[in-house]
């Protein structure tokens, strides 16, 4: 999908540099963007991606460097005018109003439109307007229906009408599928290629490497802060790219796997599982020591569902589990940890970790007992403590000032690593990981594949559940595919491929 370099230049920023006390976030940066072209800007977490973007946002002003928009300089951007000038970012977590509806979402910010004479608000006249946007993106939602109610698919498309009600001519869109079920990211795909038709041009940020090649015409790679390149999609393969943003050479990302390896007794035993909210149904399986299974399905399928009800999340209806021989229920969370149950949840920011606390608190957060001076008291050894999440850190590789460092600050990877670094201390019988790897850079994933792997063979019990093909296929032992609270298909080690469970997740 190469660029017809004929089309006009619509963004151009040149030399950006941006230092904060102590780090260059990003050094002599060179991004340019034609009308109409949809550009992936990649490179792992802490590459200067969104230090750009937010000096583009006009959220930081630049040390050095220019930026021209249809050839014209910006000097002193600021948000107000990075908006005038046809600036719109959607960001991974929407800013949308669960409470309203959808025109009101569109529409906020901006003048409505008023019944002549009373001045009062003309909502047929709204409606009408946003309708019309609607249809123009061939987007069939109800412009009264309260945002709240919508998938999260449709919640990006309003983001998008929202941006183009406004007349946004650029569009930087990050991390808009992290969340979405495979046939919603097809239509999202469908909607953002339309857009560029009609001259729309769209900088698209995304760890998801598979959907560069499938949506973007060029990439640009950061790395330290500094452009690395920026290429023809067509150009490049996947290994290619992965090397650029890692350095040397293409990184592999999936660990060796012995077939032959034996595998230990079943940890855990699941025998005619229905969950409370009827999201799991008639549910049988087992998962043994030193075994990563994995299971994945379609958004709804009910595999990460499964993950809540085993660590207490979600209650159980009927059936029967056992661990390590003996009956389990976790009717709490507090239950599933004092028998040896770990969760890494699929929503890392708000479940996994506690962003204003420190690094080694959070490590120690699961096991705080462990820790304490006395049981009265409640008061932390503070050295022990902080001792024991330094061998952590370094452990697994976690990049940070030191233990004191609040946990928001660190990278999306690296706050992966932490909440796993609260398990591993506390040495799990059986590890659940729900979506381990979204978010997060393919360094940081290749990381955590290997540390999974390294948990099995000194005899952990894994569930694995995601809907990353691509990793289930390189990490796992067995997968199990689900429909509907079900389990629907199960592929060995030896016949696993990203191919055949899909094939699994349709029902081919």
């Given amino acids: 999908m190469a660029l017809d370099e004929a089309r006009a230049l619509r963004l151009e920023m040149r030399g950006i540099t941006k230092t904060f006390p102590g780090t260059v976030a990003c050094e002599g940066v060179d991004f340019d963007l034609h009308k109409g072209e949809i550009h992936a800007l990649v490179g792992q977490n802490g590459a200067g991606k969104s230090t750009l973007i937010k000096v583009l946002a006009g959220i930081h002003a630049r040390d050095d460097g220019e930026i021209l928009i249809d050839g014209k300089p910006v000097e002193h ?7 005038d000038l046809g600036m719109r970012f959607i960001h991974q977590e929407l800013n949308l109003v669960p409470q309203f509806n959808v025109a009101e979402n569109i ?91 009609r001259g729309t041009s769209v900088i698209y940020i995304s760890h998801r490497l598979e959907e560069i090649f499938e949506l973007t015409e060029r990439v640009t790679v950061l790395k330290d802060g500094r452009k690395v390149t920026t290429a023809d999609v067509a150009d490049l393969s996947l290994s290619e790219l992965v090397g650029l943003m890692v350095g040397g050479k293409p990184q592999e ?85 004092r028998r040896g149950v770990g969760l890494v949840p699929a929503e890392r920011r708000s ?21 304490l001076i006395d049981p009265i008291s409640r008061i932390v050894h ?32 690296n ?15 059986l590890l659940i990981l729900s979506e381990p790897t979204r978010g997060i850079d393919v360094s940081a994933k290749a990381e955590i594949y290997a540390l999974v792997r390294k948990l099995a063979d000194e005899g952990s019990a894994i569930l694995f559940a995601s809907t990353e093909v691509e990793e289930l296929a390189g990490v796992c032992d067995r997968v199990l595919v689900m429909r509907g609270g079900k389990i629907a298909a199960e592929l060995p080690r030896a016949s696993l491929s990203a191919q055949r469970i899909m094939e699994a997740c349709y029902g081919e």
């Fill in 77 to 83: 951007l600021t948000p107000r005018l990075a908006h």
């Fill in 253 to 337: 990302l999936y660990p060796t796997i012995d077939q032959e390896r034996a595998l230990g007794d079943v940890a855990i035993e699941i025998e005619e599982l229905t969950s409370a909210d009827g999201r799991i149904v008639d549910l049988s399986l087992e998962v043994r020591d030193r075994e990563v299974l994995g299971v994945t399905g379609l958004l709804g399928a009910g595999h990460n569902e499964l993950a809540d009800l085993l660590f207490g999340v979600q209650a159980v209806a009927s059936g029967r589990i056992t661990l390590d021989g003996k009956p389990y229920r976790p009717t709490t969370a507090r239950t599933a940890i």
């Fill in 107 to 197: 529409v906020l910010g901006n003048p409505y439109p008023k019944r002549p004479v009373v001045g009062t608000i003309s909502w047929r006249r709204l409606n009408r307007q946003v309708r019309s946007i609607l249809d123009h993106l061939g987007i069939s939602i109800d412009p009264r229906r309260a945002v709240q109610s919508l998938t999260i698919a449709e919640q990006w498309t309003v983001a998008i009408a929202r941006a183009l009600y406004t007349r946004g001519q650029i569009l930087v869109m990050d991390e808009p599928t992290s969340s979405l079920a495979r046939d919603d990211v097809q239509e999202l795909f469908d909607l953002v290629r339309s857009l560029a038709e």
């Fill in 415 to 429: 706050q992966q690593k932490a909440v796993l670094a609260k398990w591993l201390l506390r040495k799990p019988r």
């Fill in 382 to 413: 503070g050295r022990r403590a902080r001792n024991a999440a330094l061998g952590q850190m370094r452990a697994l590789q976690i990049v940070a000032t030191g233990p004191d460092q609040e946990v928001q600050y660190l990278s999306g990877g």
């Fill in 351 to 371: 479940q996994g970790v506690v962003g204003e606390m420190r690094l080694w608190e959070n490590i120690i957060l699961a096991h705080i007992n462990r820790f």
